[in-house]
């Protein structure tokens, strides 16, 4: 019975409150919080989230997870361009939580120089190849575990792991364990349109769809495609995606959870919060 009310009051708010629909224009922003550029996102996705009407009341096991209960440490896996940045910006708005992706961290520290990156690295971020598990699991452990506002917080990590041996890393202590970990699952003609229609700015950090271009000239000239962005390296990091993904799957059990992404994204955010709901009243 709960689940039939669920599914409706779902339908009707995915209608309706102007989140995104599947094909419909896209506004997100997304990327590391504390760079300069994740800021700037920020204030991006604040605007666009003025467009957006308040999202529904959260049930009251999740309230808590606002407040002082213990900081919550999601996982978000799904293969390239289904909607795991866009999902992450939007659950931020909802919990507290500090949104980390691996992506962007490694693009971030390419741009730096930073001393961790070398050719090899840098190769395979631009054209869709598994970076070593070595290079990421230390920038991605550094994060978890030195920045005090992940720990306060918890944190959101999106596109972290990759393979079983990183997923095993992220089991192996009890401060990176995940309480949750959620698969976005969408078909490959889906994600292969959203992601050579992908358009980025490269000031704010804010998504944008050649569906959906902003107005302003300004920003217009500014857009860029992300270097992996073409079809031949899409294909790449799909079948990346597609030989790993099993194995991640048997490391976390119970944890997964699989949900359809290629709905509205109100749709998906609402059942991530009901996932999260169900496990913080454990
Ligand atoms: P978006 O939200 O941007 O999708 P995404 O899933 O974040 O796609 P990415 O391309 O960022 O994923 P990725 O895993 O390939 O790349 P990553 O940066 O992690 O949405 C895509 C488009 O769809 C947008 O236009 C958006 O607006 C639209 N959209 C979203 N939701 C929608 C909806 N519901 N309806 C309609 N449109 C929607 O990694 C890049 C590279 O870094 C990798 O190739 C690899 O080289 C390296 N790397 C990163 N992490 C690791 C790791 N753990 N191990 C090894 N290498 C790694
Ligand atoms: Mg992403």
């Known amino acids: 019975m709960w689940a039939i009310i669920f599914v409706y009051v779902l339908l009707l708010v995915g209608n309706s409150d102007g989140r995104l629909s599947p094909g419909a ?28 009407p308040a999202a529904m009341p959260l049930p009251n096991s999740l309230t808590r997870l606002r407040g002082g209960s213990r900081a919550r440490r999601i996982v978000v896996l799904g293969p390239p361009g289904s909607g795991k940045g866009t999902l992450c910006a939007e659950l931020v708005r909802d919990i507290s939580a500090v949104h980390l992706s691996s992506g962007d961290l490694l693009r971030d520290a390419i741009k730096r120089s930073s001393p961790l990156i070398d050719e090899e690295t840098r190769k ?6 598994l970076v070593r598990d070595d290079v990421v699991t230390s920038i991605v452990m550094s994060r978890l575990l030195d920045d005090g506002e992940c720990a306060r917080r918890g944190w959101i990590l999106d596109g972290y792991p990759r393979t079983a041996a990183q997923a095993r890393k992220l089991m192996e202590r009890q401060e990176t364990e995940p309480d949750l970990v959620i698969l976005l699952d969408v078909d490959k003609q889906v994600i ?7 358009m980025i700015d490269p000031v704010t950090g804010t998504i944008y769809h050649t569906s959906y271009l902003p107005k302003n000239p300004e920003i217009l000239a500014r857009l860029v495609r992300r270097t992996d962005d073409q079809q031949q390296f899409f294909e790449r990091r799909y079948e990346e995606y597609v030989s790993n993904i099993d194995a991640i799957r048997s490391v976390f059990g119970t944890k997964l959870h699989s949900i359809k992404g290629s709905s509205t994204i109100n749709i998906t ?13 454990i």
Do not use: T
């Not at 996102?41 to 604040?46: F, I, K, L, S």
């Not at 292969?192 to 992908?198: E, K, N, P, T, V």
């Not at 955010?269 to 009243?281: F, G, M, R």
């Open 25 to 52: 224009p896209v506004l997100f922003a997304h990327g590391d919080p504390s760079s300069s550029v994740a800021q700037g996102a920020a204030a991006a996705g604040a605007e666009a989230a003025r467009a957006r």
């Open 192 to 198: 292969l349109d959203r992601i050579l229609g992908r």
């Open 124 to 129: 395979s971020v631009e054209s869709g190849g």
């Open 269 to 281: 955010v609402q059942l991530v919060l009901k996932l999260l709901s169900e496990a913080s009243s």
